[in-house]
Structure formats: C-alpha cells, structure tokens
C-alpha cells in the first residue's frame, strides 16, 4: 500500500491550495482517510478526517476554511484549503486506515508529506 500526497506550494495569506493524496496497492476498505499537519517545531496535529460513510471531522483552526472529501472510485482524498493564513504553514500528510481483509485489523498508513507555506 502507498499513499502520494501532492499539492503543496508556497501562497500568499488569503489565498488557496489544494491538496490530493491517492492510495494505491491492496486494498479491502479505507476508513477513515484524512490529514495531518506539522507546524515547524511543532507537534503533528490532526486537520481533517473522512469516513467510508462521509462522517466529517475538522480541526477548530480550520473549520469553515478547508473542505475535505474523498473519490471512493479513484482512492483519492482532497483537501481544499481557502483563506489561508500564515499558521497554516506546515508539512501536510495524509494517512489512511486500510483493512486489506475482513479477517485482519485495519493498519494505518501515512503519505511522504508535502510542504504547504503561507506568506504574510
């Protein structure tokens, strides 16, 4: 299984990135998929997160700012980020709980990460 994130750039404050992550290899089921970031010199933090059956959970910094969904067909999970700010500077990953068959608990995995930087 392998996650590619992609997306990232460098943006001026108030503007908009959007970032894709793709999972392929074998795969049962994917649930939850989502994001996290990590801040420089500081801890990873969860941003958003999307169940198989479309449950939604946002992090209190970005909530009415970013959107996530997910292409069940394609194994894509998006993450639209509008009106961004300088704190949202931050490496950005992606992960997945993948449950290659129904007899085995799901696993996590995790994207190579992709720098998004907001300049003031």
């Known amino acids: 299984v392998q996650l590619q994130a992609s997306g990232g750039g460098l943006v001026q404050a108030g503007g908009s990135l959007r970032l894709s992550c793709v999972v392929s290899?074998?795969?049962?089921?994917?649930?939850?998929i989502g994001w996290y970031r990590q801040p420089p010199g500081k801890q990873r933090e969860s941003v958003a997160d999307?169940?198989?059956?479309?449950?939604?959970n946002y992090a209190d910094s970005v909530k009415g700012r970013f959107t996530i969904s997910r292409d069940n067909a394609k194994n894509t999970v998006y993450l639209q980020m509008n009106s961004l700010k300088p704190e949202d500077t931050a490496v950005y990953y992606c992960?997945?709980?993948?449950?290659?068959?129904?007899?085995?608990?799901?696993?996590?995995?995790w994207g190579q990460g992709t720098q998004v930087t907001v300049s003031s």
């Open positions: 290899g074998t795969i049962g089921s994917i649930n939850p």
């Open positions: 999307i169940t198989s059956g479309g449950t939604i």
């Open positions: 992960y997945a709980d993948i449950r290659v068959v129904v007899t085995i608990p799901p696993q996590r995995y």
